[in-house]
Each structure stands twice: as structure tokens, then as C-alpha cells.
């Protein structure tokens, strides 16, 4: 999304024809972009993964009868 906002704005600099538009166009950018909250989905789903195998191999071993201390 940022890149989007990015080539938006350079375009609309681009056509721009005082100074005062580009600085406006620009402030607008930076704010809208700063604003960008990225997804962090795909690190949860992973942590949560490796917490199911954590467990499930602990159990595992806990029920491991002959298993030495």
C-alpha cells in the first residue's frame, strides 16, 4: 500500500506547478504513509505454531514410561 502512495504522490508532483502544491502533495505522502500499519499475521500464526509443536512434543515425552530423569 505504501508503494501505491508513494508513485501516487510522485505522479501528482509530477503535474504539479507551484511549489506550495508539491510541499502540500509531499506533506500529505509522508502522513499518509507513516499512517501504513503493517499485518504482522503471518509471525503470529508461526509463534503459534511452534507453541502447539512445543506442547505436543513435551507431552510426548511425558509419557514416555522408561524415559530416565
Not at 26 to 42: C, E, L, M, S, Y
Not at 50 to 63: G, M, S
Amino acid at each position: 500500500m505504501s508503494i501505491h502512495l508513494k508513485n501516487r504522490a510522485l505522479t501528482d508532483i509530477g503535474v504539479t506547478s507551484t511549489t506550495a502544491m508539491v510541499n502540500s502533495i509531499r506533506d500529505d505522502a509522508v502522513n499518509q504513509i507513516g499512517a501504513v500499519q503493517p499485518h504482522v499475521t503471518k509471525k503470529q500464526t508461526a509463534t503459534g505454531v511452534l507453541n502447539d509443536l512445543a506442547t505436543a512434543k513435551k507431552q510426548e515425552i511425558n509419557q514416555t514410561t522408561n524415559a530416565n530423569n
